[in-house]
């Protein structure tokens, strides 16, 4: 993570707080998701190759290329199911007035 771009000192315009914020956000996010990616890899490897070698054999690289795509599946599955709950929650709580 870079300072200079989360003080806004970078030689262009300062950032203001809030955008200071959403940046910070963003990269957290973003380092959340390569993390949670680099998990993913390391268990999918770990069942399908239980042998390291030089190369992955064919059955090896199947394994791998379909262990990544159950998760995908699996984590797509919880969150449109995350995302149509939340959507249904707000929209049957009420509006507030300011």
């Known amino acids: 993570m870079d300072l200079s771009s989360l003080t806004g000192s970078s030689g262009g315009a300062k950032m203001s707080a809030q955008e200071r914020k959403e940046t910070i ?3 957290v996010t973003n380092e959340l998701a390569m993390a949670n990616a680099q998990q993913l890899i390391e268990k999918c490897y770990a069942k399908c190759v239980p042998s390291p070698g030089g190369s992955l054999s064919s059955k090896e690289q199947q394994c791998l290329s379909r262990c990544l795509e159950r998760y995908f ?5 919880v969150s449109s199911t995350y995302v149509r ?9 009420p509006a507030t007035s300011a």
């Open 85 to 93: 709950r939340v959507a249904s929650e707000r929209e049957s709580v």
């Open 73 to 77: 599946e699996a984590f797509n599955l």
């Open 25 to 27: 956000k963003a990269q």
